[in-house]
């Protein structure tokens, strides 16, 4: 009697997806402003704080320097905050 042959287990054939349509990025635009301005406020609340302590290294470094003195650094702010 002759051995029996093993039969290799196949897989199950796949049937092909169907083609995925492209889904827009938003449905109203006013989302993506939002979103945008999300991302943008983020952005101001990191550099902001950065930017307001390198100004004030400048001002130190200026009255240290005796480039100008304390008064002229208020006088100066005074007059950036009186612009329109």
């Keep these: 009697m002759q051995p029996k042959k093993k039969r290799t287990q196949r897989r199950p054939v796949r049937k ?3 083609p995925k349509k492209p889904q827009p990025v938003t449905t109203h635009p006013s ?3 939002d979103r945008r301005l999300a991302e943008l406020s983020e ?3 990191i550099m902001l704080p950065e930017l307001t302590a390198r100004i004030a290294a400048v001002e ?6 005796e480039i100008c003195d304390r ?3 208020i006088a100066a702010r005074e007059f950036v905050d009186e612009r329109p």
Excluded at 60 to 65: C, F, N, Q, T
């Design 31 to 33: 989302m993506g402003n």
């Design 60 to 65: 130190h470094l200026l009255v240290e320097k």
């Design 43 to 45: 952005a101001l609340d």
């Design 16 to 18: 092909p997806s169907a």
């Design 71 to 73: 008064e002229e650094l």
